[in-house]
């Protein structure tokens, strides 16, 4: 399995992914495949498919799923709420091996990006599992084989449990497969996916059971098209909040290209700052919400630089103070510029004073201490370190050890020591990959920490 770039899916990820795989072909197996009714497996295959297809066709233009660990636990979790009641009704309708049998085929068939084969597989997999637990709870706790109006209080209890089953089951699986896969860590993981995934498993479990009972009652199959209203509602405000999203990504990657294109020695940099925040974010569990907000942040925090003229972001040499005062302009840029973004909400502190210091010597405010926001204090931590890990045309990049050094030197002067902490723990545990040189790199002069850089001024001291 590969991810995006041809980088391969670390190899936990692929054991783990094998081994739900296979697990979910044994538990079925072992619940009776053959249980039948065979027209309600085709019955809810069927519609299963068409949302399916209804949710792909109404996300196409805002949500492409990429092929990350994190695209692979979440390519179902993400949509499951739109087809949720159908599995519910299989699992109210259907023995467990049948039930698991529903949504099978709507993943199989489902688009998927590359590796086609393991990820179906995987969807598959996980949505089977979930949904013959679902029926496993729903059987085991008496709810009844034959559904009727005047049952309808009585089943309940058991539709709840059947529901809630279906999202610890579906939940872990794929809070396993990121923390195999990506090596998220675990105490941030699983509770972000399994409390994102309550409020609707039982909001759609009642959908379900509805289904259920007119299903046994004088509507029959005409049941499925009374449901595919409600569906067909949730799938199109999923594909508006999709395309939100996408509109965001669209904007914030626009921007960074910007930058980028004007400071060719950044070029990279604001990725790499983002991906050590949210690293020092994790370790520090921070909410998942905040956790993506500062994402943004790290990506966006040099955004300031498109208003510093580009002679001094690509000068070689030591920069006068009228050009140093200049690049200290940066934030404040920044800041004006994304001010109207209403959806980077706190990000655009930590944007603005991301060049604070502890001591209060920093720019452009002079805060010190706490009255730093605590996003300003993440990205100051990760900024210093990207910059000193990566080459630049007027130095060599610093080893990672040497560069947690120096950060632990400055630590209290100017970082925060929380900070620094969490990104030494951080990169311990996970490594770092620093920037590699660019062609004609090698030859860069080593520069003491500490001097006044061109394009990256009053990051060190």
């Given at each position: ?25 044994a ?20 519609l ?20 990350t660990?994190?695209?692979?636990a979440?390519?179902?979790?993400a ?52 949904t ?14 034959e ?21 610890v ?60 209203l ?12 999709q395309?939100e ?53 790290g ?60 001591d ?53 002067t100017q ?21 590699g ?14 001097v ?10």
């Open positions: 399995m590969a991810e995006a770039g041809g980088q391969p899916l670390a190899r936990g990820g692929r054991a783990y992914a094998g081994a739900v795989i296979v697990g979910a072909l538990c079925v197996t072992a619940c009776g495949v053959g249980t039948g009714p065979w027209s309600r497996v085709a019955v809810l295959a069927a299963h498919c068409a949302c399916e297809w209804l949710v792909r066709r109404q996300t196409r233009a805002g949500a492409v799923a990429g092929p660990a994190r695209a692979v979440g390519e179902t979790t949509r499951w709420a739109a087809f949720f009641p159908v599995l519910l009704a299989a699992a109210a309708l259907l023995r467990p091996g049948s039930a698991a049998l529903v949504p099978v085929l709507g993943a199989v068939l489902a688009p998927a990006a590359p590796p086609r084969a393991l990820r179906r597989l995987w969807n598959a997999a996980q949505l089977a599992l979930a013959c637990a679902a029926a496993g709870v729903f059987r085991g706790l008496d709810g009844p084989a559904l009727a109006r005047h049952q309808f209080p009585a089943v309940l209890g058991p539709t709840v449990a059947a529901a809630l089953a279906f999202c089951v579906s939940g872990v699986l794929a809070a396993g497969i990121r923390i195999t896969a990506e090596r998220a860590d675990p105490r941030t993981v699983w509770g972000g996916v399994l409390l994102r995934s309550l409020v609707p498993c039982l909001g759609y479990g009642l959908i379900g059971l509805m289904m259920a009972v007119l299903w046994q009652g004088r509507y029959g199959v005409f049941s499925a098209v009374l449901v595919l409600p569906l067909t509602v949730s799938s199109w405000v999923f594909a508006q909040f395309q999203e996408a509109a965001h990504q669209a904007t914030v990657s626009a921007l960074v290209q910007a930058v980028e294109i004007k400071d060719e020695y950044t070029r990279g940099h604001s990725e790499r700052v983002s991906r050590a925040s949210v690293l020092i974010a994790r370790e520090l569990r921070m909410a998942e919400e905040r956790v993506a907000s500062l994402r943004i942040a990506v966006l925090h040099d955004i300031g630089k498109l208003g510093v003229p580009t002679r001094v972001l690509r000068k070689n040499g030591p920069l006068t103070d009228d050009e140093h005062e200049a690049v200290q302009l940066h934030p404040t840029f920044g800041h004006e510029m994304v001010r109207g973004i209403g959806f980077l909400g706190e990000a655009r502190e930590g944007i603005l004073h991301h060049h604070e210091r502890m209060g010597r920093g720019y452009p405010s002079g805060l010190a201490g706490d009255q730093i926001p605590e996003f300003a204090r993440v990205i100051a931590v990760a900024d210093a370190f990207d910059s000193m890990t990566s080459t630049r045309s007027y130095r060599r990049a610093r080893p990672v050890d040497e560069a947690v050094t120096e950060l632990e030197r400055c630590s209290g970082f925060d020591p929380t900070m620094v902490t969490a990104l030494v723990r951080a990169v311990r545990r996970h490594g770092w990959s620093p920037a040189p660019r062609p004609g790199d090698e030859d860069a002069p080593d520069v003491p920490l500490g006044r850089e061109p394009s990256r001024a009053g990051v060190l001291g």
